[in-house]
């Protein structure tokens, strides 16, 4: 059974930093594309970025420059290291794996983590 565990979200002020990890298991992980996604109250889900089987990175304009994307395949672990975070980061920020980086896949995809809070104050 294929699980995506996130971690790491938390409360920080503007300009601070947050590790998220995401945690997989039960599938071929270094084959699939792996994401972050997150969606605020009352907003769509929105990718924040997208690493392929072959580590080609996509990052969203609104966290370029402020969001790292990783993964450490001998852990199946995936990470979004954020730093010079703003207030509308705030969101629950998910990951998940999909058979390609395109948005039609990780929408039909079936394995999405439950989601970790991000929250940054002013």
């Known amino acids: 059974q294929v699980q995506l565990v996130e971690s790491g979200g938390g409360s920080v002020q503007a300009g601070g930093s947050l590790r998220l990890s995401c945690a997989a298991s039960?599938?071929?992980?270094?084959?699939?594309?792996m994401g972050w996604f997150r969606q605020a109250p009352g907003k769509d889900r929105e990718g924040v970025a997208t690493?392929?089987?072959?580590?080609?990175?996509t990052y969203a304009d609104a966290v370029k420059g402020r969001f790292t994307i990783s993964k450490d395949n001998a852990k199946n672990t995936l990470y979004l290291q954020m730093n010079s975070l703003k207030p509308e980061d705030t969101a629950m920020y998910y990951c998940?794996?999909?058979?390609?980086?395109?948005?039609?896949?990780?929408?039909?995809?079936?394995?999405w983590g439950q989601g970790t809070q991000v929250t940054v104050s002013s």
């Open positions: 998940a794996a999909a058979a390609s980086c395109s948005s039609l896949d990780f929408i039909r995809s079936k394995y």
């Open positions: 690493i392929s089987g072959a580590g080609r990175i």
């Open positions: 039960g599938y071929t992980y270094g084959s699939y594309c």
